[in-house]
């Protein structure tokens, strides 16, 4: 069985008494990557980054997850850097 997970109204997580984790909206994530916060939702869908239920359903992402994305730490068929130069 998986540890609880209580999402605070502060846009944080806590798997355990001394474990606290940033989460993202679909919007700020997009706005990272330049992209819709729907392609952010559908990169989810298709497992290409992974996302956090909140207790109403709305899909949240780890900060951690997203700046080991940003620093080249992609899996594989994950997004990629829309600010890199194409030739």
């Not at 540890?3 to 909206?25: I, Q």
């Not at 949240?60 to 990629?80: C, F, K, M, V």
Request: charged share 30%; aromatic share 4%.
């Amino acid at each position: 069985m998986s540890p609880l997970k209580a999402v605070a109204p502060d846009g944080t997580f806590s798997t355990g008494p001394d474990t606290t984790e940033r989460l993202l909206t679909p919007g700020e994530v997009a706005r990272i990557f330049g992209v819709d916060p729907k392609t952010v939702n559908r990169w989810a869908l298709t497992g290409r980054i992974s996302s956090v239920r909140t207790p109403s359903g709305h899909r949240r992402y780890r900060e951690t997850d997203i700046t080991a994305l940003l620093d080249g730490d992609r899996p594989q068929g994950g997004p990629t850097d829309r600010r890199t130069s194409r030739g």
